[in-house]
């Protein structure tokens, strides 16, 4: 795994993880992007639910069944009308995150995507007045 990749995991995934913050027990075995397949939001806020503390407002409430994946680049993923970007936002390292779902499996996702990809999605871009209002 290089540098970039183990960062992102280190920031957005262990932090809150059942398993702790060790990427010792880090497992690769996902299907898209990169990431730790042993990964499990495991920091529970009453009454909210399931916290992903890696993530930031807006993207940080999970349910079971979310999936958070770490891609590379927007090839890394087919973004249509089964699997739909709904928010997107740029966060202070520089990653796209995007907030998505798949209504026909009624999921939803959690994508970083390493780097700057904001012009890449035409959906809601979150900015720091829309966060400051949700909760």
């Not at 280190?10 to 993880?17: A, F, K, N, R, S």
């Amino acid at each position: 795994m290089n540098e970039q990749a183990k960062n992102a995991v280190e920031t957005y995934q262990c932090p809150g993880c059942v398993c702790g913050n060790d990427i010792s027990c880090y497992k690769n075995e996902k299907v898209v992007g990169i990431g730790c397949s042993s990964h499990v939001a495991g920091t529970i806020i009453f009454p909210i639910g399931k916290i992903a503390l890696g993530m930031p407002k807006g993207f940080n409430r999970v349910k079971d069944g979310t999936l958070v994946n770490i891609l590379q680049s927007t090839d890394d993923f087919k973004y249509n009308n089964l699997n739909v970007p709904v928010w997107k936002r740029l966060d202070e390292n520089g990653n796209t995150l995007i907030r998505g779902l798949s209504p026909r499996i009624d999921s939803s996702f959690l994508h970083v995507i390493l780097g700057d990809n904001m012009d890449k999605f035409d959906c809601f871009e979150v900015d720091d007045e829309f966060l400051e209002g949700i909760d």
